[in-house]
């Protein structure tokens, strides 16, 4: 990805949501809704990283964290990202 360099920081937050395309917890795709969300917040040392961010839509986003608590990335045996979260309490896999 042009936009991330070797330490994965994001370097165009603008450019990494039209790589992304969509809301990672409720897939909507229009690209006007979509934002940057960090898992660990900027106040607390986090960083707008491929491994702290996630795209999420503005319906998605203002539901965190009262709603939707994001967890973190996870790495699966096929080299995937999965994203842990949990609505209403409730886990799931994204």
């Keep these: ?4 360099s070797k330490n994965n920081i994001i370097k165009n937050k603008k450019i990494h949501k039209q790589i992304i395309g969509k809301c990672r917890i409720c897939k909507i795709d229009i690209y006007n809704t979509l934002s940057i969300h960090r898992i660990k917040p900027g106040c607390k040392g986090g960083k707008y ?3 702290n961010s996630v795209v999420v ?3 998605c986003h203002r539901q965190i964290p009262d709603i939707i608590q994001i967890d973190r990335y996870y790495l ?5 990202m999965i994203l842990r979260i949990i609505i209403d ?5 994204v």
Excluded: A
């Design 89 to 93: 309490g409730k886990e799931k896999f």
């Design 49 to 51: 990283s491929t491994e």
């Design 76 to 80: 699966c045996s096929n080299g995937q």
């Design 57 to 59: 839509c503005e319906n």
């Design 1 to 4: 990805m042009k936009n991330v």
